[in-house]
């Protein structure tokens, strides 16, 4: 498997993965506001980045994007997004995604790699917590526009 960095060539593949990911989570977005997150993730200015495992084909996703953060002296990466096709699951392409973002954290000097899940999401919290134990964090979440 190999891990790497989405590029114009994979825009298929992402809307597909991108796809099944917004039916995982019972999601409709408009198909303007997925062209803007596409559009943003190829923008070299944009802190939002993708990352691709590709196995044969492009697997899953991670979706991050680096920030300043009060609590260290540095930057954190948020894994905003990761998504493994049904198919795929399984076969190490979440762990691989993970690793990668961690030791992409690493070697730009970012401190901490931190995401959430919906508590219900049992597949990925069984990964997570393979990893690291929840912090106990509860996110709160409030619409300020459109």
Same mark, same amino acid.
């Given at each position: 498997?190999?891990?790497?960095?989405?590029?114009?060539?994979?825009?298929?593949?992402?809307?597909?993965?991108?796809?099944?990911?917004?039916?995982?989570?019972?999601?409709?977005?408009?198909?303007?506001?997925?062209?803007?997150?596409?559009?943003?993730?190829?923008?070299?200015?944009?802190?939002?980045?993708?990352?691709?495992?590709?196995? $044969?084909?492009? *697997?899953?996703? #991670?979706?991050?994007?680096?920030? !300043?953060?009060?609590?260290?002296?540095? %930057?954190?990466?948020? &894994?905003? $997004?990761?998504? *493994?096709?049904? #198919?795929?699951?399984?076969?190490? !392409?979440?762990?691989?995604?993970?690793? %990668?973002?961690?030791? &992409?954290?690493?070697?730009?000097?970012?401190?901490?790699?931190?995401?959430?899940?919906?508590?219900?999401?049992?597949?990925?919290?069984?990964?997570?917590?393979?990893?690291?134990?929840?912090?106990?964090?509860?996110?709160?979440?409030?619409?300020?526009?459109?």
């Amino acid at each position: 498997m190999i891990i790497r960095d989405a590029g114009p060539q994979d825009e298929a593949a992402w809307r597909g993965l991108w796809a099944q990911y917004l039916a995982f989570y019972r999601v409709d977005l408009a198909p303007e506001i997925t062209g803007f997150t596409w559009t943003r993730l190829m923008d070299p200015a944009s802190p939002l980045k993708a990352r691709l495992a590709v196995q $044969d084909a492009v *697997v899953g996703f #991670a979706i991050h994007q680096h920030h !300043a953060s009060t609590w260290v002296m540095g %930057d954190d990466c948020y &894994l905003e $997004d990761l998504f *493994v096709a049904e #198919a795929a699951r399984g076969l190490g !392409a979440g762990r691989a995604l993970i690793a %990668d973002l961690q030791n &992409l954290a690493a070697a730009r000097g970012w401190n901490r790699l931190y995401w959430h899940t919906d508590q219900d999401n049992t597949r990925a919290r069984a990964l997570y917590d393979s990893i690291v134990p929840s912090d106990g964090h509860v996110r709160y979440r409030v619409r300020v526009a459109g």
